[in-house]
């Protein structure tokens, strides 16, 4: 990595804070200067946008992980000259299906009952590869990140998910360097989802992490910066 200081926005996912970057920022080299961003409770995708770049730099690398993805899609839609270079972990440029939008609608009602923490509980064994379920340290920051994250995020950024549109157009209108990670072990974003991405980008690497679930800057945060330093070069 060259001593150049190179900006690199990072965007968590749904019911994740910026604290899921944090030891991905600790394997990246210094001359990366990382803005991991909490994403503030707005129920719409690009109403979202405005607000996050807002407070950036004038050029960054952007990196997007599950919810976050949509969100730096959408981004990439609202100022293309400002992002040199796109990362999408975990996730899709699909627009939403029916199905799923009544599943959101369903998780959206529970949890304006109350019940938000509790359904979160109970999909721990889809989130997480099978031997992290039961990690204690895993399982801290994930509470942690809950507790900060809460509900009213929870049900804003549910419903902005349910708007959302398909942009693969995007990947194919804006030749910058992009790259694409995805969990050979996800069960909520399945990789082919985030494969089929580089049928649309021009300049585009597609990478898979194992021993991980959905998780993956969580999970395997090591190997995801070392599959990050060199689209950072570019």
Known sequence: MSEYVKNLVLIPGLNNTKQIWDEVIEHLPSSIECYPITVPAIANLDQLAEEVLKGLPDQFHLAGFSFGGFLALAMLEKAPERITGLSLIGTSAEGESDASRELRKKSIARAKSGEYEEMVAAGVNRTFYP??????????IRKQMLTDYGQDRYIAHATATMARVDRHHLLEKHDIPYLFVASVNDVVVPLEKTKQMTNYAKNAQFATVDRSGHLIPLE????LAELMEPWLEK
């Open 131 to 140: 031997s992290n379920v039961e990690d204690k340290k895993f399982q801290k």
């Open 220 to 223: 395997q945060p090591k190997e």
